[in-house]
């Protein structure tokens, strides 16, 4: 990894992979997903412990939330930002692979490519499923419970696009900023990754704390803040971002990524109102 810094800018080349055997490697990227899920769990049955919730019901759900996770985060990526290149690339929506330049064949990348936006729909869905199945607690107590390992999560792989080098943000037009020399770059960007990032990491102390406090009974209220927080964050962060694509020409007045955020800050702020109504009920 090679970081030169001054005092407002940094040379940003680090090596992405941890090692490599047989021209497979284990990168950053997939270590920040993996220390995610792990810390996600552990957080999860510390409140299972706490509230005296059977830990039978654990394995189901992180097996659950691993792959509504990475599915909805991949098909995302497909369908709200990159749909005109993996309509002609289908096989690479699910497969770790890319075709290469020359048409000659295919070339493991790993998986590379996910949306937030998409991961947030596929986890509504997949503790759906897992709730219907597994009815030891309603469904919104068990998203509001969810709100604190996800935003956590999101600090670490936002930290990965970081190392990544992708989802960058725009040029500062200055000095101050950091030169993604992995890209070929000699001019400062944002560090838009690390915005999201420390953003995120607030939010979690946040949730965190008011976990500690009688609102986490509040049906809802914990779900609600979550989606106000994480995607004004977002939303906010779009500005100094990168076009990463979409519909922006259709709907040029906002990125695609802060289109997609607004829903969420809507059902968000809904959801916050309800549970100051205790019009939403944690108990089975």
């Known amino acids: 990894m090679v970081i030169n810094m001054t005092f407002l800018k940094i040379n940003w080349a680090p090596n992405e992979k941890l090692f490599e055997i047989g021209g497979f490697g284990i990168h950053i990227y997939s270590l920040m997903f993996i220390i995610a899920f792990l810390l996600g769990l ?86 759906y499923l897992y709730q219907s199945i597994y009815k030891f607690k309603p469904l919104i107590w068990i998203l509001d419970r969810l709100t604190i390992p996800v935003a956590i999560g999101g600090f670490f792989v936002r930290t990965g696009n970081f190392f990544n080098s992708e989802i960058v943000g725009k040029y500062t037009g200055s000095n101050f900023g950091v030169v993604f020399q992995n890209r070929g770059e000699i001019h400062p960007r944002y560090p838009a990754q690390m915005y999201e990032a420390f953003g995120y990491l607030i939010l979690f102390f946040v949730l965190r704390k008011i976990y500690t406090t009688r609102l986490r009974d509040q049906g809802g209220f914990l779900l609600g803040l979550f989606f106000i927080g994480l995607f004004s964050i977002r939303f906010l962060v779009e500005y100094v971002k990168e076009s990463q694509g979409g519909f922006e020409e259709i709907m040029p007045l906002l990125s695609t990524g802060q289109w997609l955020s607004i829903p969420f800050i809507a059902l968000g702020t809904i959801l916050l109102i309800l549970s100051f109504r205790k019009k939403i009920t944690q108990t089975p």
Do not use: C
Not at 81 to 101: R, T
């Open 42 to 127: 552990r957080l999860y049955k510390k409140m299972f412990i706490k509230e005296n919730v059977d830990q039978k019901y654990l394995e189901p759900l992180f097996i659950y939330m691993v792959v509504s996770t990475l599915l909805g985060a991949r098909l995302g990526e497909v369908f709200f930002y990159n749909w005109d290149y993996f309509q002609n690339h289908l096989l690479e929506i699910l497969l770790p692979i890319k075709e290469k330049a020359d048409g000659s064949g295919y070339r493991f990348i790993g998986f590379r490519g996910l949306a937030s936006h998409g991961a947030t729909i596929g986890i509504l869905i997949g503790i």
